[in-house]
């Protein structure tokens, strides 16, 4: 069964500075992966998402991840986080369902603090 | 466009009472699937659907009902809620893998019970 790790259970930066959240995940074959943030009290937004191709992809609000097989890893980063940037992110792996749906398993989640 | 749609957003129960969380999405997806947000544990799979009268278990779908009769609409029922089903629930829609996968999220209905 498909897993995912973010070993980072908060993680605090200061605005301006530089991000990156990890995920590993556990997938027999090559997987799909998301990142979706979270805001207080807010539903779940898409990020970005890999499935193939270009192993650096891009998302929305200037975030990107890199595919790296070798480290079973999906690791997001920002170059200069914006206050607004604080929530709370997750990562997940897709696994597929019986009759042909798809589900995703979710990390634990990075909570992000941006310090002024 | 409204996406996925749940109601209510807020909800507070005695133990014992039973209640449905409605969700409704408009994208005409096939799939639709229903989780459980608790601290520390991210988002946890309860019941899913791959279709209009076809329905089936997640991790954890003890103490939850669930039924589909359009495409549109998949209600989760708590049928004598337990303080252990506090929690933040989401719906969630997907066109499977012609989509790439990607699942939208309603809101969520966050459910205390006492």
């Known amino acids: 069964a498909q897993s995912v790790t973010q070993p980072d259970i908060h993680i605090t930066v200061s605005e301006g500075a530089s991000l990156e959240l990890r995920c590993n995940y556990s997938?027999?074959?090559?997987?799909?992966l998301f990142w979706y943030v979270q805001s207080p009290g807010q539903g779940l937004q898409l990020l970005l998402k890999?499935?193939?191709?270009?192993?650096l992809v891009q998302g929305i609000k200037g975030f990107e991840a890199e595919f790296k097989r070798s480290q079973s890893s999906f690791n997001l980063r920002k170059p200069s986080v914006h206050w607004s940037d604080a929530a709370e992110y997750f990562c997940?792996?897709?696994?597929?369902?019986?009759?042909?749906?798809?589900?995703?398993?979710f990390g634990t989640g990075t909570q992000l603090k941006v310090e002024l | 466009n409204a996406g996925v749609t749940q109601t209510p957003k807020f909800q507070v129960l005695k133990t014992g009472q039973s209640m449905t969380l409605q969700c409704a999405q408009d994208?005409?997806?096939?799939?639709m699937s229903w989780y459980r947000q608790d601290p520390g544990m991210g988002l946890r799979l309860i019941h899913y659907?791959?279709?209009?009268?076809?329905?089936d278990q997640g991790e954890v779908p003890n103490g939850y009902n669930v039924s589909r009769s359009t495409t549109e609409d998949f209600p989760l029922r708590l049928l004598s809620a337990a303080p252990s089903q506090t929690s933040v629930y989401f719906c969630?829609?997907?066109?499977?893998?012609?989509?790439?996968?990607?699942?939208?999220f309603g809101e969520g209905s966050r459910l205390t019970v006492l």
């Open positions: 969630a829609s997907s066109a499977g893998r012609r989509n790439t996968g990607e699942l939208f």
């Open positions: 997938y027999g074959a090559t997987p799909y």
């Open positions: 890999y499935f193939s191709g270009d192993t």
């Open positions: 997940a792996v897709e696994g597929l369902l019986t009759g042909g749906g798809n589900k995703l398993t």
């Open positions: 994208m005409n997806h096939e799939y």
């Open positions: 659907s791959v279709g209009a009268g076809i329905t």
